[in-house]
Protein backbone atom coordinates (compact mmCIF):
# COMPACT_ATOMS: atom_id res chain seq x y z
CA UNK A 1 0.00 0.00 0.00
CA UNK A 2 2.75 2.49 1.09
CA UNK A 3 4.53 1.64 -1.91
CA UNK A 4 1.48 2.51 -4.68
CA UNK A 5 -0.20 5.04 -2.85
CA UNK A 6 0.64 8.57 -3.83
CA UNK A 7 -1.86 10.51 -1.53
CA UNK A 8 -1.32 9.43 1.74
CA UNK A 9 0.47 11.69 3.59
CA UNK A 10 1.12 10.76 7.34
CA UNK A 11 1.15 6.87 8.77
CA UNK A 12 0.38 6.71 12.12
CA UNK A 13 1.80 3.02 13.98
CA UNK A 14 1.83 4.41 17.14
CA UNK A 15 1.03 1.65 20.06
CA UNK A 16 1.39 -1.05 17.31
CA UNK A 17 4.27 -3.18 18.30
CA UNK A 18 6.28 -1.99 15.50
CA UNK A 19 9.86 -4.15 15.75
CA UNK A 20 13.38 -3.24 14.57
CA UNK A 21 12.13 -5.69 11.44
CA UNK A 22 8.64 -3.42 10.49
CA UNK A 23 11.37 -0.65 10.82
CA UNK A 24 13.56 -1.72 8.57
CA UNK A 25 10.77 -2.79 5.98
CA UNK A 26 9.69 0.54 6.79
CA UNK A 27 12.43 2.03 5.79
CA UNK A 28 12.90 0.14 2.14
CA UNK A 29 9.47 0.92 1.14
CA UNK A 30 9.88 4.87 1.77
CA UNK A 31 13.33 5.58 0.51
CA UNK A 32 12.60 3.26 -2.59
CA UNK A 33 8.96 4.17 -3.47
CA UNK A 34 6.82 7.01 -1.35
CA UNK A 35 7.37 10.59 -2.04
CA UNK A 36 4.36 12.15 -0.85
CA UNK A 37 4.29 10.61 3.20
CA UNK A 38 6.05 13.79 5.03
CA UNK A 39 4.87 12.29 8.93
CA UNK A 40 5.49 9.11 10.52
CA UNK A 41 3.92 8.48 14.29
CA UNK A 42 5.83 5.24 15.72
CA UNK A 43 5.70 6.73 19.15
CA UNK A 44 5.49 4.12 22.68
CA UNK A 45 6.41 1.15 20.45
CA UNK A 46 8.74 -0.24 23.02
CA UNK A 47 10.39 -3.10 20.34
CA UNK A 48 12.01 -0.12 18.24
CA UNK A 49 15.70 0.19 20.02
CA UNK A 50 19.05 0.73 19.03
CA UNK A 51 19.10 -1.68 15.84
CA UNK A 52 16.86 0.51 13.95
CA UNK A 53 19.21 3.47 14.34
CA UNK A 54 20.51 2.90 10.31
CA UNK A 55 16.89 2.86 9.09
CA UNK A 56 15.99 5.85 10.53
CA UNK A 57 19.07 7.28 8.90
CA UNK A 58 18.49 6.14 5.53
CA UNK A 59 14.77 7.63 6.47
CA UNK A 60 16.05 10.76 6.69
CA UNK A 61 18.92 10.98 4.31
CA UNK A 62 16.96 9.57 1.15
CA UNK A 63 12.81 10.33 1.40
CA UNK A 64 12.86 14.00 1.21
CA UNK A 65 9.09 14.36 1.84
CA UNK A 66 9.08 13.01 5.24
CA UNK A 67 10.16 16.19 7.59
CA UNK A 68 8.64 14.77 10.58
CA UNK A 69 8.92 11.62 12.43
CA UNK A 70 7.60 10.73 16.41
CA UNK A 71 9.45 8.37 18.16
CA UNK A 72 8.39 9.22 21.71
CA UNK A 73 8.00 5.93 24.32
CA UNK A 74 10.33 3.72 22.11
CA UNK A 75 13.23 2.12 23.15
CA UNK A 76 16.32 4.27 21.91
CA UNK A 77 19.32 4.82 24.39
CA UNK A 78 20.35 8.35 24.87
CA UNK A 79 23.28 7.89 22.44
CA UNK A 80 21.29 6.72 19.52
CA UNK A 81 18.73 9.77 20.44
CA UNK A 82 21.98 12.19 19.77
CA UNK A 83 22.93 10.36 16.36
CA UNK A 84 19.65 10.39 15.39
CA UNK A 85 19.39 13.74 16.17
CA UNK A 86 22.42 15.32 14.68
CA UNK A 87 21.22 13.53 11.31
CA UNK A 88 18.33 15.26 11.13
CA UNK A 89 19.76 18.67 11.39
CA UNK A 90 21.34 18.11 8.11
CA UNK A 91 18.01 18.75 6.66
CA UNK A 92 15.86 21.88 6.72
CA UNK A 93 12.44 21.95 8.40
CA UNK A 94 12.99 18.53 9.69
CA UNK A 95 11.83 17.25 12.77
CA UNK A 96 12.36 14.47 15.23
CA UNK A 97 10.50 13.37 18.40
CA UNK A 98 12.29 11.69 20.48
CA UNK A 99 11.94 11.62 24.70
CA UNK A 100 9.34 10.92 26.68
CA UNK A 101 5.72 12.60 26.81
CA UNK A 102 6.59 13.57 30.27
CA UNK A 103 9.64 16.00 28.91
Known sequence: MILLN????????DNNFI???GIQL?????INSNSSIE????SNNKLIN???FDYFINII????????ISL??????????????NASKL???FIIYLNTWNE
Not at 6 to 13: F, P, S, V, Y
Not at 61 to 68: A, G, L, T, V
Open 6 to 13: KTLNAIWL
Open 19 to 21: SDK
Open 26 to 30: LSNSL
Open 39 to 42: YIGL
Open 50 to 52: DLS
Open 61 to 68: KFNKSINE
Open 72 to 85: YDCNLSILTKDKIK
Open 91 to 93: RTN
